[in-house]
């Protein structure tokens, strides 16, 4: 099967990136951008993330994760921690974030470093969850092989059964990471592919450059 794609154009005006209107630290610049955005619509889910990991297997990948906070403290999301993307984190906590708004033509790409949550943080927001994502959580040994679908629930309706007005309890392989960045780049389209792309890095005392696009 062959796709020829190369008629898909789109020529980005809609808004720019320049020096003199950046503040001091990318955490302002990426909350005002999220604003924007949510603003904007268009974007179901805003807080969807692309996560990159170092595999156990030697090769990089990357897959979709929700954003369930962030400030200066770093960028924090939930998982199985013995999942595959645990698994790696375990072995390289180096990963990259990347945020892609079709909606204002921007992109945004976070290295970083991962550090766990404490277990009273993540239990925290576990109890926030719909008591069907609880369930969720007990029922999924995740990245696991499982033989069918029927099996994944019939676990689930026995954990109902079991768990019916009861509080449910956090599975001791599940909770938060946060990401703490090192780097960010922000990406804005523009016209005649010449795109903006602004990189703050260097945690210690934020380096503004300009990146050739």
């Known amino acids: 099967m062959n796709r020829d794609l190369t008629s898909y154009r789109k020529s980005y005006e809609k808004n720019f990136l320049i020096e003199d209107n950046l503040p001091d630290s990318p955490y302002v610049l990426f909350s005002n951008w999220f604003k924007e955005v949510e603003s904007a619509g268009g974007v179901e889910e805003p807080n969807?993330?692309?996560?990159?990991?170092n595999g156990i297997d030697g090769f990089p990948k990357a897959r979709i994760v929700l954003l369930k906070q962030f400030d200066e403290n770093g960028f924090v999301f939930y998982t199985n921690y013995e999942s595959e993307k645990g698994k790696a984190i375990e072995k390289d906590n180096k990963v990259c974030v990347s945020f892609f708004w079709p909606n204002l033509e921007r992109q945004v790409i976070i290295k970083g470093e991962v550090q766990k949550l404490t277990k009273q943080e993540s239990l925290s927001y576990f109890l926030s969850r719909p008591r069907g994502s609880q369930l969720g959580a007990l029922a999924s040994s995740q990245s696991e092989v499982v033989s069918s679908r029927e099996v994944l629930e019939q676990k689930l309706a026995s954990l109902e059964s079991e768990y019916k007005n009861k509080e449910i309890p956090m599975p001791d392989s599940w909770g938060g990471y946060c990401v703490?960045?090192?780097?960010?780049?922000?990406?804005?389209?523009?016209?005649?592919?010449?795109?903006?792309r602004i990189r703050f890095s260097n945690k210690e005392n934020w380096i503004i450059e300009r990146l050739c696009p």
């Open 48 to 53: 969807a993330m692309t996560l990159t990991t």
């Open 180 to 196: 703490i960045p090192i780097e960010f780049e922000f990406w804005q389209g523009r016209a005649n592919r010449l795109h903006d």
